[in-house]
């Protein structure tokens, strides 16, 4: 069966009421890429994730669809969050439903978190941005954010060390704050440099602003795309994701 009848049938699925969202293909650079749009105001359905009730990770995105099912919740969509650390924590910021749990981190580091700008990725009543750390001073509540690193653009503007035709590729996902506010997440589906990556939010996805969230085990899930949340033992830290309640919960 044709892949954009296939796409046809996605699109439809999300315009119904369990989300707003629009899934599209976009070619760019020579590589392809799955982007996932959420309406406007969507921004507010969605949860960050990093440790259930009982204070143990979730560790991956198939662990938190299976803690969520039994909860009686249903996954629509999910990321892998920004960059930890080696004991797989939030490296900077790191803020799920209105509780801080780490500081904004400012010092210098190795890393691609530490390639100056990184950004911050945070969520209020009043809609999603994607700034720069030095930028980062939030006027009200925030209730879920994350801090990662590099911004892959802001305010129009590439990150300063992005080299055209760079031959460091990784499979990389990130999200962007577009033009009427809405967010926007993409992932590719091949390495890419990060100068094709940040293109593609500011030219293609008119994203003013966007932040790499991570590479090389980055992760979706969207069936709409047939991408279930990449291989069970690629253990990630936080993740960021949206759901829906399920009419029949399964029992632990």
Known sequence: MPRMFYLFIAMSILAGPASGATVTQVSH????????????????????????????????????????????RQLLFAVNGGIFSK????????IENGKRYYQL????????????????????????????????????RVINAIQSGPVL????????????????????????VDRTGRVI???????????????????RLRCPDALYLDGN??????????????WPWHRFATMIGMTNELSDPVGP
């Open 29 to 72: 650079q020579g590589s392809r890429f799955d982007v996932y749009q959420l309406a406007d105001g969507e921004e507010q359905r969605l949860t960050f994730f990093w440790k259930r009730k009982d204070g143990t990770p979730y560790g991956s995105i198939h662990g938190l669809r299976h803690a969520l099912t039994i909860e009686g």
């Open 87 to 94: 004991k797989f924590k939030p490296l900077g910021l790191y």
């Open 105 to 140: 981190t400012r010092g210098p580091g190795g890393g691609n978190f530490f390639l100056l700008p990184n950004g911050v990725f945070y969520i209020t009543q009043e809609g999603a941005w994607v700034v720069e750390t030095q930028d980062y001073q939030p006027r009200e």
């Open 153 to 176: 653009v802001s305010k129009e503007e590439l990150h300063p060390r992005f080299i055209k035709g760079h031959h460091s590729k990784y499979v990389r996902n990130g999200v962007g």
């Open 185 to 203: 997440f993409a992932i590719s589906d091949a390495p890419v440099n990060f100068y094709d990556f940040a293109t593609l939010f500011r030219d």
């Open 217 to 230: 085990i980055s992760a979706m899930y969207a069936p709409e795309f047939h991408r279930y949340g990449g």
